[in-house]
């Protein structure tokens, strides 16, 4: 039997050509049953051989690629810079070193990815809403060297504004807390669902709308929806199910 090979999914997106980004699929590893196929979290009770053989082949299917940066992810405003060795607790890494990726895990929650124009630094963040709230994106910008408005992000697939529904409570702590966007712009990421006190939250547009108030220009979209396209797993459709990742690294 053919070694199972990851279906991957290449940005669209004008980053320098040294820089390798991508995002995975649920397709084309070796796990079984809920976190079938490509599983690349070892939190969610998948088998932990299946998932190391599932990052070895992702590692083998990126040319230049020597490393990647895995985080333990804990929806925290944290960016750190990649060593490739340890495992701390946060929710973004930065680089400057060829062949280490920043790497993000995601089943609903929003993926961004970053580089410099130059392809001399690169950064992957876990935005879902707690931490996009928090100033995890923030955080992230500030860790490059280069100003803002010469950076490139990505919003990779998450959740989309017709399914995800949060309540109230939600809505008020971005309209008082979220640092960038006016109040107007936030409230407008907020439509009224069916059930009293339920909002549909656009996750990627006030992730987008920070990425703009701090400079950013070049700042693209996939619209890729983890709820709707089967490619992906979401963890508010089937839970337990497994993780799929979004990467980025320089050439050496």
């Known amino acids: 039997m053919a070694e199972p090979h990851p279906v991957l999914i290449t940005p669209e997106w004008d980053a320098p050509a040294t820089v390798r980004a991508l995002c995975t699929t649920r397709h084309g590893g070796v796990s079984t049953g809920p976190w079938g196929e490509f599983n690349l979290a070892l939190h969610v009770e998948d088998d932990s051989a299946a998932v190391a053989q599932n990052r070895k082949s992702l590692l083998k299917a990126c040319d230049g690629l020597e490393q990647i940066q895995w985080l333990n992810q804990t929806h925290s405003p944290r960016c750190i810079t990649a060593d490739g060795n340890s495992l701390p607790e946060a929710d973004a890494a930065e680089t400057d070193h060829a062949a280490l990726a920043c790497a993000v895990l995601t089943a609903d929650c929003l993926p961004v990815l970053f580089c410099d124009e130059t392809g001399s630094q690169v950064a ?3 935005a879902g809403w707690r ?13 490059f060297r280069a100003e803002p408005e010469t950076l490139h992000a990505w919003l990779g697939p998450c959740i989309r504004q017709p399914r995800f529904e ?5 809505r008020v702590a971005f309209v008082e807390r979220f640092v960038g966007p006016s109040r107007a712009e936030i409230e407008n990421c907020f439509s009224a669902a069916g059930e009293p006190g339920k909002f ?9 709308l920070q990425l703009r108030a701090l400079g950013l220009s070049r700042v693209s979209d996939c619209g890729l929806c983890t709820v709707d396209d089967p490619r992906f797993y979401s963890y508010r459709q089937h839970n337990p199910c497994g993780r799929f990742a979004s990467l980025i690294y320089r050439l050496p």
């Open 124 to 126: 992957a963040a876990h």
């Open 131 to 143: 931490g996009l709230l928090d100033g995890v994106l923030v955080n992230t910008v500030k860790q």
């Open 166 to 170: 949060v309540g109230a409570e939600v």
């Open 200 to 208: 549909l939250c656009d996750l990627a547009t006030l992730a987008a």
